[in-house]
């Protein structure tokens, strides 16, 4: 059995990469081609932008948590958990926008159903 040439590491800057993602298609695919790359750096920006944008909007909650960590614990690590999802949740939303924005981009647009009724009444008119 060939080996793949193009193979992801387990780890990139010490963190792991899972498995699913080493192995997917979609992911090798769009790491051949430089439009899948740029695709792919133009997501992770914005993803990245928009995780920094909630920590720095919450800096002084964030900076409140570590210094009263011993008081209450319980409450705070709640609260830094409910920061946490927030930015992944905007992180995940501003590189579907990005990966959207492309694909609208590169895809034709479509015809609207009204507009293919009106476009086939005209031909049978003409005709």
Same mark, same amino acid.
């Given at each position: %059995? @060939?080996?793949s040439k193009r193979k992801l590491p387990k780890k990139i800057g010490g963190f792991k990469v899972p498995k699913s993602v080493r192995k997917s298609t979609l992911l090798r695919n #769009? #790491?051949?081609s430089?439009?899948?790359r740029d695709l792919l750096a133009n997501a992770i920006t914005a993803g990245a932008g928009a995780a920094a944008a909630v920590l720095v909007s919450e800096r002084g909650e964030i900076a409140d948590a570590t210094k009263s960590a011993a008081?209450?614990? @319980?409450k705070?690590? @709640?609260r830094a958990a409910g920061l946490a999802t927030e930015m992944v949740q905007s992180a995940a939303s501003a590189m %579907? @926008?990005?990966v959207s924005d492309a694909a609208h981009k590169v #895809?034709?647009?479509q015809k609207s159903r009204g507009d293919k009724d009106r476009d086939s009444?005209?031909?049978r008119a003409t005709h």
């Open positions: %059995m @060939a080996k #769009l #790491l051949a430089p439009v899948g008081k209450t614990g @319980a705070k690590s @709640a %579907m @926008a990005v #895809l034709p647009e009444r005209v031909r």
